[in-house]
């Protein structure tokens, strides 16, 4: 028996199933957006894997979030996904939600960009643009500090990511940013540019 392999479109489905806030929609394009630049950037030859565990990654944040992590690994296994691709979206769960620690290096991708997409996203629509385009890692830097601005988002987290995957804080920052302008219509963050 060959091992059921989810594809971009399916996942994409599955997402919408469990979530009907645009704005975690968006979220998850951005991820996704995200994950396939760093993949190309780390020369990694399954793109599409990466797709779409940057897409399903916060799959039960909407309905259960007070499973975050738990549930989609039950949702996943019962529509037999690959083990390894359930493993990394929980460890983008953890010391928040889970224990399992990222050791691969897309798991750390996913780890550390996850919280610094709601940054730059936040980031891009306080600009005079609205938009992502035209956005520099030093606009991001600037909000940084400013615990109130976006205070959802864990900076250690960010840190702590880049850390892992032994990168620069301002490369992970800049290459974000190039992530999400790839994808910039998809999420609502083209602005007025």
């Known amino acids: ?18 979530n009907k806030n645009e704005s975690l929609i968006k979220h998850a394009l951005a991820v996704e957006g995200v994950m396939v ?4 950037l780390l020369g990694e030859e399954d793109k599409e894997k990466w797709a779409v ?10 309905m259960y979030p007070e499973e975050h992590c738990i549930k989609t690994q039950e949702i996943l296994r019962e529509r037999n996904w690959p083990e390894e691709y359930i493993r990394t979206i929980v460890s983008h769960g953890w010391g928040i939600c889970t224990d399992v620690e990222p050791v ?4 750390k991708v996913l780890y550390t960009i996850d919280e610094l997409t709601g940054l730059i996203a936040a980031t891009a ?3 005079p643009s609205k938009s992502v385009l ?7 830097r600037k909000k940084w500090n400013q615990s109130s601005f976006a205070a959802g988002v864990d900076r250690s987290i960010i840190e702590k990511g880049a850390e892992m995957l032994g990168m620069d804080l301002n490369t ?17 963050l083209k602005g007025n540019i």
């Open 53 to 62: 565990i940057g897409l399903i990654h916060d799959l039960d944040y909407e």
């Open 37 to 40: 630049h760093f993949a190309e």
């Open 104 to 107: 691969e290096t897309i798991d």
């Open 125 to 127: 629509l306080v600009r």
């Open 1 to 18: 028996m060959s091992k059921y392999i989810p594809t971009r479109e399916e996942a994409f489905e599955l997402l919408k199933e469990y």
């Open 172 to 188: 992970v920052i800049a290459e974000t940013i190039k992530g999400m302008q790839k994808v910039a219509e998809e999420i609502g």
């Open 134 to 140: 035209d956005m520099k890692p030093k606009s991001v």
